[in-house]
C-alpha cells in the first residue's frame, strides 16, 4: 500500500511498460543498514599520509590512486630506483580500502537467507535493460543465485570465454535481460593491457576474493560529477555503458538513485531523450518529506513525464528484504 500521496508500484506498473531501470545504492540499502555509508574515502582507516596523497591527485577514487602508485613502482623498477615507499604507500591504501569495504558489504550468507537473491532476481527479470551505480556485489549475487547454468537470463557484455569485455561482441544472443555497471564494480578489474575483466572465481566468495587478491577492482567509489566522467572516460567498459545509457530513449524506472550532483552526468543523459516518461521511486518518513523529494526531481527531470511511486510497494524495495532491523 502506497504511503504520502505516492503511487502505488503494482497500479503504476500496469499503466504502460517499463523497460528500463536505473538503481543505485538504495536497493542495497533497502536489504541491509550495513550498505548505508556516504564515503568510503572518509570511513577507510587511511593514514595522514595517505590522504595526502589523494588530495595531490584531487581524487576520492581508490582505483585511480592505486594503479597510480603501481605505474609508479613499476617506472622505479625500471630505472633503478629503491620502490619501497611506493609499494608501503600502495599496501597502506589497499588494506584500508578492503576494511572500509568489509565494514558495509553483508556476506553472501546473510543476504542469501530467506530466498532474498531469487526475490531480488526476479524482480530484475522483469525488465529488458538494467543500469546500476551501486558497486556491491548484492545485484551480481542475485543474477547467480539461479539459472542453468547460473546467471541465465541475463547477460552483462563479459560473455566470451575469457570473460573480458570486448567492445566489438556487444550484441546479445537471443532474449537476456542485459545489465551495465555505470559505476564498476568489485568483481571487475583491469588487466596489464587495461582491458576489462570479470572475476567470476567462486560467485559467493567474491568478497573475500577481493581482499586476497592483488588486483584493484574497478569501480567509481565517489566525488563530483566531473571527477566520476573523468574515471568513466578512463575505461573502454565505463564509456560503453555510459554511452549506451545515454542513448536509451525508452521509458525508465528510476529506483534507489537520488540523483545527486555527484551524479549530475547521469541527470543529463536522462533529459536527453525529452518527452520519455520517468518511474521514480521515493522513500519517504512523511508527506512533507516526500512533497520535498518529489519537488527536486522535478527540478532535476523538466523534460520528463515524471510518475512518483512509494518504494517499499516495489518488489526491490520490499520491507521482507531487509536482514537487520
Known amino acids: ?34 550498505f548505508a555509508y556516504d564515503s568510503l574515502y572518509k570511513d577507510a582507516p587511511l593514514s595522514d599520509d595517505d590522504r595526502d596523497l589523494f588530495n595531490a591527485m584531487r581524487t576520492r577514487n581508490f582505483e585511480e590512486v592505486l594503479n597510480h602508485l603501481r605505474t609508479a613502482e613499476l617506472v622505479c623498477t625500471q630505472l ?32 542469501n537467507e530467506g530466498r532474498r537473491l531469487l526475490k531480488i532476481r526476479k524482480a530484475l527479470g522483469k525488465f529488458q ?39 566489438l561482441d556487444t550484441e546479445p544472443i537471443g532474449t537476456k535481460t542485459l545489465i551495465y555497471w555505470l559505476h564498476g564494480g568489485l568483481h571487475f578489474y583491469r588487466n596489464q593491457y587495461r582491458e576489462t575483466v570479470k572475476n567470476t572465481s567462486g560467485d559467493r566468495n567474491l568478497l573475500n576474493t577481493f581482499a ?14 566531473r571527477q566520476k566522467r573523468y574515471a568513466i572516460r578512463r575505461s573502454d567498459y565505463l564509456e560503453f555503458v555510459y554511452d549506451t545509457f545515454a542513448n536509451t530513449p525508452d521509458d525508465l524506472v528510476v529506483f534507489g538513485q537520488a540523483l545527486s550532483p555527484s551524479d549530475s552526468h547521469l541527470v543529463t543523459a536522462i533529459n536527453q531523450w525529452p518527452g520519455r516518461h520517468v518511474a521514480f521511486g521515493v522513500f519517504a518518513t512523511d508527506r512533507a518529506d516526500a512533497d520535498l523529494k518529489k519537488a527536486q526531481v522535478k527540478d532535476l527531470l523538466r523534460g520528463t513525464k515524471l510518475h512518483f511511486f512509494d518504494s517499499t510497494s516495489h518488489p526491490l524495495g520490499d520491507p521482507r528484504l531487509v536482514i537487520d532491523v
Do not use: C
Request: avoid cysteine.
Open 1 to 34: 500500500m502506497a504511503a504520502f500521496g505516492l503511487a502505488d508500484w503494482e497500479t503504476l506498473s500496469t499503466r504502460r511498460e517499463w523497460p528500463v531501470l536505473l538503481v543505485g545504492n538504495g536497493l542495497s540499502r533497502a536489504v541491509s543498514d550495513r
Open 80 to 111: 633503478g630506483h629503491k620502490s619501497r615507499d611506493v609499494r608501503r604507500r600502495y599496501r597502506s591504501i589497499q588494506e584500508a580500502l578492503i576494511a572500509a569495504v568489509h565494514e558495509h558489504h553483508v556476506e553472501w550468507l546473510e543476504v
Open 129 to 167: 535493460s538494467i543500469f546500476t551505480t551501486s558497486y556491491d556485489l548484492l545485484i551480481y549475487w542475485a543474477i547467480m543465485s539461479s539459472g542453468s547454468p547460473p546467471g541465465n537470463g541475463f547477460g552483462d557484455m563479459f560473455w566470451n570465454s575469457n570473460h573480458k569485455f570486448d567492445p
Open 212 to 225: 586476497s587478491s592483488s588486483r584493484i577492482p574497478l569501480f567509481v567509489s565517489e566525488g563530483t560529477s
